[in-house]
């Protein structure tokens, strides 16, 4: 194992030096706040989101929480609210998962690069530095892919139950009950993480001054669901014009089943078409093995 050169030791004293010198001219320069995100914080939806999740839970809200003081609000880029929202995930867990990601990229290349010293493979230092800040910003993305792909499968999930409880609507609004007694009762017949959540926004409307379907509306925008949407407007019509909505609520939920069909068929052809590629390849290497002898055979008689 050779010893670092007088160069590369200058170079990492000096990179050091330079870091700690701008984080000093960093922490001590007033913090220009983002409008944006202040007036944000202060609205009702993000009371709402954060009324149930106490920072001091869990090290990783903790360690968003610190972030979220410390760090500039640019540093987070675009915040997936309604994909957050839809998971019931705090956004300081949220931030906090994000700096983990980038300090556990920021430590892996300088292990790397003890252990190839250790068995005799010298590194320059440029490459663990350089390797540090691209991985650390590549896991810093990690979480919003995560939360993503985890509220798309949540909102599929929700868009089928939501089909089940325009039914249930449906049937409770036929037998007599009023709207709200027949959204309230119709969310209460499910045990599933949709119905609860229905059940939970119903029971806020009983305080919060807001009509159901005027909650329904709002959560459908906070979730970015836009079924929700038509429920609320469907509700409305029932709720103040005393409209016969009961056609209209399973020709709703009707819809609604036909086009989660219809995208669940094109999946499947989806996932037929692609696999027809390996069937292809598979019948091209059989010809071309029962072709291959005859033309080396007529090859080798021209020759």
């Known amino acids: 194992m050779t010893a670092?050169?007088?160069?590369?030791?200058?170079?990492?004293?000096?990179?050091?030096?330079?870091?700690?010198?701008a984080l000093l001219v960093w922490r001590l320069v007033p913090a220009q706040p983002d409008l944006r995100d202040a007036l944000e914080r202060l609205s009702p939806e993000h009371a709402r989101r954060h009324v149930s999740a106490p920072v001091a839970g869990e090290p990783t809200q903790r360690l968003g929480a610190?972030?979220?003081?410390?760090?500039?609000?640019?540093?987070?880029?675009?915040?997936?609210t309604a994909e957050l929202a839809i998971l019931r995930?705090?956004?300081?867990?949220?931030?906090?998962?994000?700096?983990?990601?980038?300090?556990?990229?920021?430590?892996?290349?300088?292990?790397?690069?003890?252990?190839?010293?250790?068995?005799?493979?010298?590194?320059?230092?440029?490459?663990?530095?350089?390797?540090?800040?691209?991985?650390?910003?590549?896991?810093?993305?990690?979480?919003?892919?995560?939360?993503?792909?985890?509220?798309?499968?949540?909102?599929?999930?929700?868009?089928?139950?939501?089909?089940?409880?325009?039914?249930?609507?449906?049937?409770?609004?036929?037998?007599?009950s009023g709207p709200r007694q027949a959204m309230e009762a119709a969310a209460a017949v499910g045990d599933s993480w949709v119905f609860a959540r229905l059940s939970e926004e119903l029971a806020r409307t009983r305080w919060s001054g807001l009509t159901p379907w005027e909650s329904l509306r709002a959560l459908g925008?906070?979730?970015?669901?836009?079924?929700?949407?038509?429920?609320?407007?469907?509700?409305?019509?029932?709720?103040?014009?005393?409209?016969?909505?009961?056609?209209?609520?399973?020709?709703?939920?009707?819809?609604?089943?036909?086009?989660?069909l219809n995208h669940e068929k094109a999946k499947a052809n989806e996932v037929?078409?692609?696999?027809?590629?390996?069937?292809?390849?598979?019948?091209?290497?059989?010809?071309?093995i029962l072709v291959t002898p005859a033309l080396l055979r007529v090859m080798a008689g021209t020759a």
């Open 89 to 176: 995930k705090p956004v300081t867990r949220f931030y906090g998962e994000k700096v983990s990601f980038a300090l556990l990229g920021l430590v892996i290349p300088p292990v790397l690069t003890v252990l190839f010293t250790i068995f005799g493979a010298d590194l320059p230092v440029p490459v663990p530095v350089a390797g540090s800040l691209v991985l650390a910003g590549v896991l810093f993305m990690v979480p919003d892919y995560n939360a993503r792909d985890d509220a798309k499968r949540a909102r599929a999930e929700f868009s089928r139950a939501l089909g089940a409880y325009i039914d249930l609507v449906a049937l409770e609004r036929h037998n007599g």
């Open 221 to 260: 925008g906070e979730l970015g669901l836009p079924e929700l949407d038509d429920l609320a407007d469907i509700m409305r019509l029932s709720g103040e014009e005393g409209a016969q909505v009961y056609a209209s609520l399973r020709a709703r939920s009707a819809g609604m089943r036909a086009a989660m």
């Open 272 to 288: 037929a078409e692609r696999m027809t590629i390996p069937m292809s390849l598979l019948g091209v290497i059989f010809l071309a």
């Open 4 to 21: 670092p050169t007088s160069l590369q030791l200058a170079i990492a004293a000096g990179a050091l030096t330079g870091l700690g010198v």
């Open 66 to 80: 610190w972030g979220l003081r410390v760090l500039p609000p640019a540093v987070w880029g675009r915040t997936p």
